[in-house]
């Protein structure tokens, strides 16, 4: 049990673990403000999305679909489609905060992204004996949270600055983002775990393109993701 000091602390660890993090965020929220209010939506429409939704990619279809009128149910269904892979991402990290209040893990699960945890799991990698500590989560979580709000309401209120954010390739900061979290990852696995890797990564993407030609792209990379994973998992126990 941690006193309020090392609570604190290992917050403020978890806001520091969070700033490379974070300048991915800002350019993209920016990116998603743009898009946002080039899409006829208010500023304040763009910010309450983000408050309420906080996912850059489904943020940017809601925004799409608004514009031409889409059905409710429609939206809700799409978005839903999109941010299916939370759950696997939500399975991966509970077991470390399952001694916690059911109120504390529904926070740390409403604020979890696909950056925050690639963040913990690099932070995993260092200590793998260790279960993560919930306040450096919380730390990690608020910290990208508050970020990815704020470039958000910013680059709606400057869209008819940046008419085209592509110009200054604030659409490949996730990627590259994505990118680095992957290099830190893949410098502190063990070689069996690396094989393991590789073989979900190339699992994934053999089923993934054979369910394409039957089924939608998202559809396909959720079940493709699924089955990798499982496959990854099964030859790392090996």
Not at 81 to 87: E, F, Q
Not at 125 to 133: E, F
Not at 137 to 150: D, E
Not at 165 to 171: A, E, S
């Amino acid at each position: 049990m941690q006193n309020s000091g090392e609570q604190t602390n290992a917050f403020i660890m978890g806001a520091k673990d969070c700033l490379p993090t974070l300048l991915g965020y800002i350019s993209i929220g920016l990116a998603c403000g743009v898009i946002g209010t080039a899409s006829s939506l208010t500023v304040w429409q763009v910010t309450v999305l983000a408050l309420l939704v906080y996912a850059g990619s489904a943020q940017m279809v809601m925004a799409g679909l608004l514009m031409v009128h889409t059905p409710f149910l429609v939206i809700v269904f799409t978005v839903a489609i999109i941010n299916l892979r939370m759950l696997l991402l939500s399975m991966t990290i509970a077991p470390h905060f399952k001694t916690e209040s059911l109120g504390q893990r529904l926070l740390l699960g409403m604020l979890l992204t696909d950056e925050s945890f690639g963040v913990a799991m690099v932070q995993q990698a260092k200590k793998p004996r260790q279960l993560l500590n919930p306040s450096w989560m919380m730390g990690l979580n608020v910290t990208a949270y508050s970020g990815w709000c704020l470039a958000c309401f910013v680059g709606a209120y400057l869209g008819d600055l940046l008419p085209n954010p592509t110009v200054l390739g604030l659409d490949f900061a996730l990627v590259a983002m994505f990118i680095a979290l992957l290099v830190l990852q893949l410098e502190l696995v063990s070689l069996p775990a690396l094989r393991a890797y590789l073989i979900a990564l190339a699992s994934a993407v053999v089923l993934m393109l054979l369910l394409l030609v039957f089924l939608p792209a998202s559809v396909a990379l959720l079940l493709g993701t699924i089955t990798g994973a499982i496959i990854g998992g099964g030859c790392e126990k090996c």
